[in-house]
């Protein structure tokens, strides 16, 4: 079974298709991938993948655009090359919190997106913690979405000490923080954003009780930190012991992130390696991975079988 | 400009269409449904479309299939006899909760129903208060979502006593209960259903203060009205004033949904005609016409302007 | 071969799906359909699909609509849990009549449903005596379209006396009786439907002689019984021994159907199960099932063999 | 409104195209068409279609193949040129009788050449007694069906003698008979093709008496006029006056057509000119024009009326 | 795996199938085409090819259209009769030269042409030195491109005298020869068209030196000769050697080709059998197989092999 | 007419859009464009499109795919905010250089990107001395494809000495270069790049005569300027007169360009304003704009009129 798959690396995560590649005992295939001094990306896969199902593995994370239009490309080899199959691994998901248009001339980008990959011939989408569930069915192909959860939590459960609870930092995420109270038997809060009537500052209720308690708050990405710096504020504000963790799937860290979670309080960041991480002395940063979840995943498909037992 | 267009009723909501007929001044096209015993749905239109922008007034109200198939053939008859443009309103639109899978083999029937449409030729969709704004993705021709609050809070604004709070049954109606308090410059209060680590039951925890106060609950829609009844019985728990207002967009009002209405402390219960209501002998029951804002967004179309106006 | 398929049996016709699995040695898949309060229809599959051949067996009979849009919420959840391929057993196709506009302002309702059906991804559609041949061309995709009168005939042939003539009731029938005809080696007459010149009254001119011969009425299907209920009166003036068996392979028979043909002269009357059949102290009606017909299909389309041998 | 319109007449009958244009006041687009020695077909559109409403006539008569891809190229042409929209006139539809499959492995060339259509641009198609009224159920673009029926039946009426009946040649163009004996005022009798069990050869039956009669046979076509001679030998044998008109929509005269129908009782043979028709020295034969009724057809589709006045 | 492909002869060039098969060791697929009096063409399979990998084997060589329709027309059956892919071999690809419009009002016949053989379901092509490489990119299905060269390379090699040079008859062509002359180890020359400024008629240039050279002169087709001719009145001007060979792939050899060749200088002209060749009584021409190319090409298609060992 | 217009200009070149503008003397729409931290684009319109022709200008120009990704976002804006049209005003034309495969298994991404650009919704694109003329054929949209030939052409004019002759670095820019000499009535000579057999290098032929002449070489673009170096390196060589003007439709000028081009003899170097110049302190740079050539397309476009004047 396993030899009918071929596995490329896109330029947003490589090491995550090594990765992935290795858990499953093939290795990757043979490809090119460059940029032309004018921005121009070109994509040479120098194996045949007549017949062949093939996974291109290519987060769309930043740069988002760059990574956009080479999955496209990747694609677009493929198809041209006979693949009998392209499944397009993207771990992470750019542009999927433009789900809708509030009234306003916007595009839907997430949903143009999908349009796009499906139009150059990807006939299965793998996420991971995609933002809005409703990403499926901007699709009408299939979409497996996948959980960091499982991973995130067994990683952060030694270091939680008694009575920890899991904080959701917006409504949109109480059920991702349900799924991690569940796997760590504690209580969820919910940090409840909310515009005063008549004034523009938003404020941050929270509902639960987090008094004299560590905390473990969750989302399914950091991107500048500013959202989880505010949420650490309002935890102690509210009484909140300072002994704070961070899981999240994405941690794109972009810009001042690192100073934005330099608080005092937070013991430890966990993110996975959806996106690339810079690790290097930032001693509160673990990386675990989920190449390991999608490998399995993988399996599955190539087996025929369900993806239930994963996560 | 007017008389480029013609606006067929469906049977899902005759009387709606009317009245938006007569607000723009035009008569309705002639046009014959049938039901023929076999349950096949047979439309008939009795003038010609060749070169008309037609606009079908069918709300996807229950029997909800049966709407939708009937508003498929309308379009496909109108495409066939060469209508310009085909914009179908559907004031409710069925089967928008279905809008993801949450991990098992289900469709995503909104997502389907968006395709099903365009493929039939309909080119503009209008819709009131969808249940999800993620819907607009589904499709790739323009949907025009219209809101309902502004002419449900004049509806309602006399009604209310002194401190009134505005009451989101659930994280997912804060945004619609934001714009009912902004309206009514009142504060909102959010339930929020949270599920107890390790226990089935959820619970309703109420985000702000409701003490001695009275409330406006808010919804997109009251189906059996469970929710609803469940909201009143938190919000009398919390110590509210028993003088509860409500005003929900759809009143689909199944089953025994007045029965669960019919708590003492409710004084009023607010719904559009986006669905046919029957008002008769229930006095708490008040039906205001969302057919004027439908009007005035069609008058909109035929003259390229912006909707922004109407709301 | 047999164990990469799944068969589903839709709720238009559960008896029938599992005399398919029966024959095939099969179980059915696990699935739950549901209707919502609101008439919303819930499909979810219990078992995994991916990679496999998933049959659904839904005719489209009456309440057309419901079973129509089952179905096709059906392929979308087969769809995206990533099924290898989604035939729909659809043994009796609603709306076939439907299929012209007679230059009438009408949909096309029979193509419309083609296109629907292909919209949401179903590659392969089996039909059993389909009222106009002319279906095929509504669909890009293969059709097979199967025939009952092999079966039909086998069921009929001891039961007619010596003599018995087919009777074709309009010159659409022509083609059925023909293959009644050879295979019951009978001659055939037909029953031809005329409008008299300048009058509203279609009166049955009948071609061939029928004097003093028991008849064996056929058609596609028994809908309120109308139809045949003339045909019989027109063979009785026009001679034909009191002595009628009348074989159908749709026996939707609606409304008062059973009345209509409760004719002293009718000794029995023959439908297949491709709907559903109430037989209950009805003593002349039997049925004979086509279940063995679309097994065999099935057995065909597993093994990329000919259908030719089945009829 | 005639001045936003461009026709243009394709190789197949540029008689006919600029007939319509003269009854239109409009002169014909410039093109060019030519064939290279390799059958290669070159069109080139010689003045500019930019935002114009365009036609095509184009028959697709015999050579069917190449006048079908020319029709194809010049609709290609037209779209890259920036055409409003692009309308093809087909007074004769070739393939139109390959409708079905019938059990065998064969295309549906109609639907396919339908498909192909639609596939270039072609956004409205006009065809005239087409074979087959499901073939508007194959293209899913408005399909406006004309009918040279009465323009036929006022050219007869005069040379018809007293008490002369419609003969519809087989029971497909009953439909056909109907309308001129409607207009004629006369009865219709059907000739009945039909296969006696066992045997291949296929009998006509009479369905109305024509004893003493003179006979009009109508027919979509006249191909090698086969078929309208052995009707002629039917009516003959029945008793009927050897006085016999011929009516068909298409005179395609192929092969010995002219020979087939030299038959002593024909006294008049009238086609229309949907096909190039020569005439030359068979007094028998008329030649009736459907450019006024198709020039009737684009002046309502120029001002958006209704086709119901047309016939 | 070869028991699961069928290869198809059109009737454009059933020899080169029957080669194609036989090098294979398979058998042709049965299956009849006729066309018929009015010009209509028919194809009928009498085999089954449900889940089998069908080939269809049709240059679109004079007479094109025909040609091509019977292609579209091959496609239209096996897709209706379930085949698991469709691959047209076209090893002449008509209207390939149509594939720009500079500017003028006409089709791009050759986009056009790709678009059509998709439509009906071909998801895979395969040529012979087609005349543009961007041709691929008209496309969204896999386009393999295969060469003859090196078949006429070989065929070639004994016959040129020492110091042989190889000539590109325009720009377009050095390509292809260059690969000529890396494989049989000579120079190029280039013939270059130009327009005098001011002028309407075309001067060559030669780049490179030909003087006291036999010469080669290759192209991709032999149309009707007239380039040919020209291009060695060039070369003998230039003070080639009356030493001259001529290969091309394509040997379509229309109106006088052959009277345009008969130079006294040439010696030797070289075609494939991509389209049929008399070759009766014309002793310079010599006629080499692609055959066995193409039904290497086949095996890596059932074998998923590369194509690269080919050429 | 120019009041139903609305002019968008993306990021990649606002100075051409506002200069459009100017010349058709309208406002350019309201809209921002946002880049964020992770690299996302947003677009949003301020103003209505409801029922306009809207044009987007966007070269695609490095970074190229972040304009294109940032086009494609605008089109889906203006999609669903229901414009009439949209049409992409594309001067220069990223990727329009990988329109072929070559043998190898790359995407063809000039075909990729035009289908990308089709699928959002834009429906007419206009681009500006395109690399490849086959690129229409890319798009089954129009295409116009206009020139700079005749602007630069009178720009370089009065700079040219008597004598100068027009140099095509390559065969594929002799069209252009002959377009170049029949306004400048000058003669045309072609470099001509070739790989001797057997080498790698690629020498460069001179078809033509440039002693003691001045040379105008021309090219649709200047890249790094690596290919104009050569070109003036081999002028000179052959006795070429030290006085070179360069003109280019497309400036990239990327990397050491313009070391590349600092050579003595170049007098001057014309480019157009297809993306946008840095001019600052090059004195042999000169810019010329097409502003004016796109707004007298747009005007035309806007009056259904030729293109067939502008060049």
């Known amino acids: 079974m396993m030899d009918a798959l071929t ?3 896109g330029t947003a995560n490589p090491d995550m298709a090594r990765s992935i590649a290795r858990a499953l005992g093939v290795r990757l295939g043979a490809c090119q991938v460059e940029r032309f001094p004018d921005g121009e990306t070109s994509v040479k896969l120098d194996e045949p993948v007549r017949g062949r199902e093939v996974f291109i593995v290519q987060p769309t994370a930043p740069p988002v655009n760059d990574h956009l239009v080479e999955l496209l490309a990747f694609a677009d080899a493929c198809r041209r090359a006979s693949a009998a199959s392209i499944t397009a691994i993207v771990p992470y ?16 980008a997430a949903s143009m997106v999908a349009t796009l990959l499906q139009t150059v011939g990807i006939a299965h989408v793998v996420t991971v913690d995609v933002h809005t569930p409703q990403l499926e069915g901007f699709f009408r192909v299939p979409v497996d979405s ?6 995130l939590a067994d990683a952060v459960r030694e270091r939680l000490s008694e009575g920890t609870v899991v904080v959701a930092p917006d409504a949109g995420r109480v059920r991702m923080a349900t799924v991690f109270a569940r796997r760590l038997k504690t209580p969820v809060v919910v940090l409840h954003k909310q515009r005063e009537s008549g004034t523009k500052t938003k ?5 639960g009780d987090v008094r ?16 989880m710096a505010k949420s650490i504020e309002a935890l102690l504000e509210a009484g909140a012991r300072p002994e704070i963790t961070i899981a999240a799937t994405h941690g794109l860290l972009l810009d001042d992130a690192r100073a934005q979670l330099a608080h005092a309080s937070v013991r430890a960041v966990f993110v996975t390696d959806t996106v ?4 290097e002395d930032w001693p509160q940063l673990r990386v675990v991975s989920v190449a390991p979840l999608i490998a399995a995943a ?7 079988g369900s993806l239930r037992a994963l996560g």
Not at 146 to 151: E, K, Q
Request: aromatic share 8%; net charge neutral; charged share 20%.
């Open 7 to 9: 596995i490329f690396a």
């Open 93 to 108: 998901f750019g542009y999927a919190r433009a789900d809708k248009r509030d009234g306003q001339r916007v595009p839907v």
């Open 146 to 151: 996948l959980t960091a959860v499982p991973v």
């Open 203 to 207: 404020v941050l209720h929270l509902v």
């Open 212 to 227: 004299d308690r560590a905390c473990l708050i969750i989302d399914d990405m950091i991107s500048t930190g500013g959202t």
């Open 276 to 279: 690339p991480v810079l690790q």
């Open 298 to 304: 993988i399996r599955q498909f190539m087996t025929d």
